[in-house]
């Protein structure tokens, strides 16, 4: 028990002293780009920044599926050549209503429609009822089951959108996380000024590209005709222009967007560049539709419709506008990033002040140092020689888990302060109930050497229980915890993973050394 081989003990003081290097980049800037340098960041509560809390738009989430659905009914009655009365979504009932002209063909609708039921869900549950009603009608309803697994999908690609869109602005260390069904939680380390990051997650950035409507008029008032839609120019409020509803190109095939420079007019421009599908479908209506004009539109409005002068061809495209460097930039990274699902609106936001942040620094480290200093003069006190190898366990334990914090690059939070600070208590403990036993043992009248190898050993099960338990309690707290006590949770992990390998690792074999050289007739504890 008491024996350490060479192997064992450079592997001891090994672990010690890659411990203590990875904690060098927090002390000092990198010196070199080229050399990995991780160091723990600072939570919001500690450096300051930006807090939203963003709610997705579930509202339209349904809208746009029926609105899917709507397309899919049509679709599918039209090679029967089944005609209906009226088609109408209902977001209500959660349904689309569909009441046909000739009722005797309710038979083959129902066949027809038949199809568009799916299934959803780990039961693979259908996604909707078909049902035929007892007023002639036939009515497709989305199911429950159907409509939060479209709800969790969307507040999913929300967050990885949201996320990509922040990476983009070169934001270090952004903390987004869910909340809640249909909420999402950003936190923005540094950003004292969030307006510009609002303004990008605020765009559900869905880009189209269609064709206008040359007959219509939209200067003329009233409603547009069917299959045409009235919408506004991004730079110019007050005019409008007729844009055909049906969608010619997806922005969803857009592989990449720059912002760029018209080598010719100077103007800042977003160059694109469409995938293998948008590529040849963009070529095959720039190629029939010569002379027309095309217009480009993002989140219902219309950024610019050029003439088409000659087929495009190569898969890219330019957008043109009147852009600036910082709006070219912004809707390169909005394209680039994908439209989100559905708005986001910003329910609450808050900034915290680099001050109060200095504070909580300045008050966690004074609540450390005086802990740990406490605790240094307890076990000094009571356990004698032994209290002082328990110490520098100790001291060693606190490196090893700023080590491990800085490899994961993990950001310290207030709640992670006194986490660390509630780990030195924890890792004394062992040592405490490792004394007190060979303080018994030798009461009992041991030798020396079995009083120490009988007080790690018996100590070794309640250390471990101990432990285990505290561990389990944080992991828990961990998966169902959210922010600052996930925080929390993940600190005091790390240091009851440091804490068992201190003290059973290295204070045996601070004592094994010791006890080699001096080879004592009485123990100092």
């Given at each position: 028990m008491m024996y350490f081989s060479r192997l064992k003990t450079i592997a001891v003081l090994g672990a010690c002293f890659v411990g203590l290097l990875l904690c060098i980049p927090n002390l000092m800037p990198a010196p070199a780009s080229w050399i990995p340098w991780r160091t723990v960041h600072l939570g919001l509560d500690l450096r300051g920044g930006s807090y939203l809390l963003l709610e997705v738009d579930m509202k339209t989430v349904l809208k746009d599926r029926l609105e899917g659905l709507l397309d899919g009914v049509r679709q599918a009655l039209r090679p029967g050549q089944i005609f209906y009365q009226t088609l109408e979504a209902q977001p209500a009932q959660n349904r689309v209503l569909l009441r046909l002209r000739d009722q005797?063909?309710?038979?083959?609708?129902?066949?027809?429609?038949?199809p568009l039921v799916g299934t959803e869900g780990p039961n693979n549950s259908p996604?909707?009822?078909?049902?035929?009603?007892?007023?002639?009608?036939?009515?497709?309803?989305?199911?429950?089951?159907a409509l939060q697994a479209r709800a969790t999908g969307a507040v999913q690609q929300s967050i990885e959108i949201v996320r990509r869109r922040i990476d983009e602005t070169g934001v270090v260390e952004p903390q987004i996380t869910q909340q809640g069904d249909n909420r999402i939680v950003v936190q923005l380390p540094g950003i004292n000024d969030p307006n510009r990051i609002k303004q990008l997650l605020g765009k559900t950035a869905h880009m189209t590209f269609r064709l206008v409507d040359e007959n219509a008029n939209p200067t003329a008032g009233g409603q547009p005709p069917p299959g045409v839609d009235f919408l506004q120019m991004q730079d110019r409020p007050g005019e409008r222009i007729a844009v055909r509803k049906r969608v010619d190109v997806d922005g969803a095939d857009l592989t990449d967007a720059r912002a760029g420079t018209n080598p010719q007019s100077g103007e800042w421009v977003v160059n694109f560049v469409f995938n293998t599908v948008g590529g040849k479908?963009?070529?095959?209506?720039?190629?029939?539709?010569?002379?027309?004009?095309?217009?480009i539109v993002l989140d219902d409005k219309v950024i610019s419709a050029p003439v088409i002068r000659e087929p495009i061809t190569g898969g890219r495209g330019q957008i043109s506008g009147s852009f600036n460097?910082?709006?070219?930039?912004?809707?390169?990274?909005?394209?680039?990033?994908?439209?989100l699902p559905a708005p986001l609106t910003v329910v609450e936001e808050r900034s915290v002040g680099p001050e109060l942040g200095a504070d909580s620094i300045r008050a966690g480290a004074i609540s450390l140092a005086v802990g740990f200093l406490l605790v240094m003069a307890y076990m000094g006190v009571f356990y004698g020689l032994f209290g002082w190898f328990a110490n520098l366990a100790l001291l060693v334990n606190l490196v090893?888990?700023?080590?491990?914090?800085?490899?994961?690059?993990?950001?310290?939070?207030?709640?992670g302060m006194a986490g660390m600070l509630l780990t030195l208590g924890m890792a004394v403990d062992a040592n405490i109930l490792i004394n007190e036993r060979i303080r018994e043992e030798q009461k009992l009248?041991?030798?020396?050497?079995?009083?120490?190898?009988?007080?790690?050993?018996?100590?070794?099960?309640?250390?471990?229980?101990?432990?285990?338990?505290?561990?389990?309690?944080?992991v828990m707290l961990f998966a169902f915890g959210s922010g600052p006590v996930k925080g929390f949770a993940v600190t005091i992990s790390l240091g009851i993973a440091t804490?068992?390998?201190?003290?059973?690792?290295?204070?045996?074999?601070l004592v094994s050394k010791w006890y080699v050289a001096n080879r004592p007739k009485v123990l100092p504890v």
């Amino acid at each position: 028990m008491m024996y350490f081989s060479r192997l064992k003990t450079i592997a001891v003081l090994g672990a010690c002293f890659v411990g203590l290097l990875l904690c060098i980049p927090n002390l000092m800037p990198a010196p070199a780009s080229w050399i990995p340098w991780r160091t723990v960041h600072l939570g919001l509560d500690l450096r300051g920044g930006s807090y939203l809390l963003l709610e997705v738009d579930m509202k339209t989430v349904l809208k746009d599926r029926l609105e899917g659905l709507l397309d899919g009914v049509r679709q599918a009655l039209r090679p029967g050549q089944i005609f209906y009365q009226t088609l109408e979504a209902q977001p209500a009932q959660n349904r689309v209503l569909l009441r046909l002209r000739d009722q005797t063909k309710s038979d083959a609708a129902m066949a027809a429609l038949k199809p568009l039921v799916g299934t959803e869900g780990p039961n693979n549950s259908p996604d909707m009822t078909l049902t035929r009603n007892d007023d002639g009608t036939i009515s497709l309803t989305l199911s429950p089951v159907a409509l939060q697994a479209r709800a969790t999908g969307a507040v999913q690609q929300s967050i990885e959108i949201v996320r990509r869109r922040i990476d983009e602005t070169g934001v270090v260390e952004p903390q987004i996380t869910q909340q809640g069904d249909n909420r999402i939680v950003v936190q923005l380390p540094g950003i004292n000024d969030p307006n510009r990051i609002k303004q990008l997650l605020g765009k559900t950035a869905h880009m189209t590209f269609r064709l206008v409507d040359e007959n219509a008029n939209p200067t003329a008032g009233g409603q547009p005709p069917p299959g045409v839609d009235f919408l506004q120019m991004q730079d110019r409020p007050g005019e409008r222009i007729a844009v055909r509803k049906r969608v010619d190109v997806d922005g969803a095939d857009l592989t990449d967007a720059r912002a760029g420079t018209n080598p010719q007019s100077g103007e800042w421009v977003v160059n694109f560049v469409f995938n293998t599908v948008g590529g040849k479908r963009f070529a095959d209506i720039t190629r029939a539709n010569v002379n027309h004009r095309f217009a480009i539109v993002l989140d219902d409005k219309v950024i610019s419709a050029p003439v088409i002068r000659e087929p495009i061809t190569g898969g890219r495209g330019q957008i043109s506008g009147s852009f600036n460097a910082a709006s070219a930039n912004d809707l390169s990274v909005l394209l680039r990033a994908g439209a989100l699902p559905a708005p986001l609106t910003v329910v609450e936001e808050r900034s915290v002040g680099p001050e109060l942040g200095a504070d909580s620094i300045r008050a966690g480290a004074i609540s450390l140092a005086v802990g740990f200093l406490l605790v240094m003069a307890y076990m000094g006190v009571f356990y004698g020689l032994f209290g002082w190898f328990a110490n520098l366990a100790l001291l060693v334990n606190l490196v090893l888990m700023l080590a491990i914090m800085s490899l994961l690059e993990a950001t310290l939070t207030l709640p992670g302060m006194a986490g660390m600070l509630l780990t030195l208590g924890m890792a004394v403990d062992a040592n405490i109930l490792i004394n007190e036993r060979i303080r018994e043992e030798q009461k009992l009248g041991r030798p020396p050497l079995q009083a120490l190898e009988a007080g790690f050993s018996r100590a070794y099960s309640t250390i471990f229980d101990s432990n285990a338990t505290a561990f389990l309690a944080h992991v828990m707290l961990f998966a169902f915890g959210s922010g600052p006590v996930k925080g929390f949770a993940v600190t005091i992990s790390l240091g009851i993973a440091t804490s068992m390998f201190t003290a059973w690792m290295l204070t045996r074999l601070l004592v094994s050394k010791w006890y080699v050289a001096n080879r004592p007739k009485v123990l100092p504890v």
